[in-house]
Each structure stands twice: as structure tokens, then as C-alpha cells.
């Protein structure tokens, strides 16, 4: 379990064991001897859909799991794998992020062998509130203007921007940036610094924000950690959003 190939071999191995004589003893040993690993959350949902498969309870799969944390994250992430789109969809609505999905945009989701927080992924992908992207854009300039848009086009048709970019080129190769954005009757203008292929994604996030702000929307862009070098952003009430980010553990 001590790599990716590991861990995902391992927990083949442990199921068809299982599977030969059903002794929920090795299911427990198995949780036992991993529960102290720092889990990202595709090794906690790897794990949990394999659980899953068993058709242990969940009370009998955590009942030997003494880490706290391993506990509560294999359980939350057992139960949102339960969950359907329609139940997700409903969860949006609830949690005042979306209006919702129509029957079409339901239709076109992929739910083959996906659950839980690859599931809600691919429903917020789906939905209007969600943006999710590359930090490193693999070519120079970056592309500032289209990634304004893209903020602009999860904002549930709140906000209504004007954007253009002017980059420029010194000899050795320095970009110097400005981009304006025009909305709430004033122009914006955001200069970040050069940092080669990559955005400045503290940046953008405050720029938006603070449009957002005194375009008197109560409303706001949300960053989501992914532990990666890509983002995702959300728009809604900040503690909604962190809320729904921590039921389906995104």
C-alpha cells in the first residue's frame, strides 16, 4: 500500500480474498493496518468503493477503524457513494448553489462506475456554478482575458463583463500584462506579474471577488484545494460551498 500501484493492487487483492470465505475479519485487519495513512481523497474513494462491494455494513466496516479522521472521511465518503444525480442535482438546490440541472443535462452525465466525488464532479461539470482548471497553461502569454470569461460564465448570468488583455513581449522574454475589465460602470484593471505558463490564480480570485462585491452580489468565487496545479472555483455562499465541498469531500 506503500505507492499508487500498491495501494490499488492491494485492495484487489484484499476483495478477492474476501471474496472467497466472506470473514469480514480480513476487511478489518486490512482497515487496521492502513488506517494511519494520509489518504488523498481518490485513495479514500478507491477504498470505499471497494467496501462497497463487500456488502458490509457500514457500522461493521468502521468498527475497528480507531483513527478518527480515517473514520469520518471512509464514512462520508461511503454514504455520498450511495448517492444518484438526482440526489446531488437536489443537494445543489438545496444548498442554494444551483437552480438546477434540465432532464438533458441529467441525461449527458456519465454515471458508469463513477460514485461519490467523481459523481458530484461530474454533475457540477454539468452544472452553471463550477470552473475547473489548469494553474500551468502550457503556452505564453496566459491567457487572462478567456479566463475572466470563464469565471464570468459560472456566475449564474449575475455579472456581465467587457474583458480585453494587452501582453507584452520585452526581448528577453518578460510579459508585462494589463487587463481591463469593464463592469460596475468603472474599468478594472489587473496587472499580475510574469510567472512564466502560469496564472496568477490569487489574483484572478480577488479581482472577481471584488467585482462581485460592489456589483452588490452576495455571492462569491470560492477556491477548492485540489493538492494539485490545477484550481476549482465555485460560485455561491462561501460557507454553503464549503459545505457541499465537504459532504461529497472534494
Not at 68 to 91: G, H, P
Request: one cysteine or more; charged letters at 25%.
Amino acid at each position: 500500500f506503500q505507492n499508487e500501484k500498491n495501494y490499488s493492487n492491494g485492495l484487489k487483492a484484499v476483495l478477492e480474498l474476501y471474496k472467497k470465505d466472506k470473514d469480514p475479519a480480513v476487511i478489518h485487519k486490512m482497515l487496521e493496518s492502513i488506517q494511519e495513512m494520509d489518504f488523498t481523497n481518490y485513495q479514500i474513494e478507491s477504498l470505499t468503493k471497494m467496501l462497497a462491494k463487500t456488502e458490509l455494513s457500514l457500522s461493521e466496516i468502521t468498527k475497528n477503524i480507531e483513527n478518527e479522521t480515517t473514520r469520518t472521511r471512509v464514512s462520508k465518503t461511503y454514504l455520498a457513494n450511495q448517492l444518484s444525480v438526482n440526489d446531488i442535482v437536489k443537494d445543489l438546490k438545496e444548498f442554494g448553489l444551483s437552480q438546477g440541472l434540465s432532464q438533458d443535462q441529467i441525461k449527458n452525465i456519465d454515471t458508469e462506475d463513477t460514485y461519490g466525488s467523481s459523481l458530484a464532479y461530474s454533475v457540477l461539470e454539468a452544472s452553471d456554478v463550477f470552473l475547473w482548471f489548469d494553474a500551468e497553461t502550457g503556452f505564453i502569454p496566459c491567457e487572462y482575458d478567456a479566463l475572466i470569461k470563464d469565471f464570468e460564465s459560472i456566475s449564474q448570468g449575475k455579472l456581465k463583463l467587457n474583458v480585453w488583455m494587452d501582453a507584452q513581449m520585452s526581448s528577453d522574454d518578460y510579459t508585462t500584462y494589463k487587463i481591463y475589465v469593464a463592469a460596475n460602470d468603472k474599468i478594472y484593471i489587473m496587472e499580475p506579474e510574469d510567472i512564466g505558463d502560469w496564472y496568477d490564480v490569487e489574483m484572478v480570485f480577488g479581482l472577481m471577488n471584488k467585482i462581485a462585491a460592489e456589483a452588490g452580489i452576495s455571492e462569491e468565487y470560492v477556491f477548492i484545494d485540489t493538492g494539485d496545479q490545477t484550481v476549482m472555483a465555485m460560485f455561491g455562499n462561501k460557507s454553503k460551498v464549503e459545505a457541499f465541498a465537504n459532504k461529497y469531500q472534494l
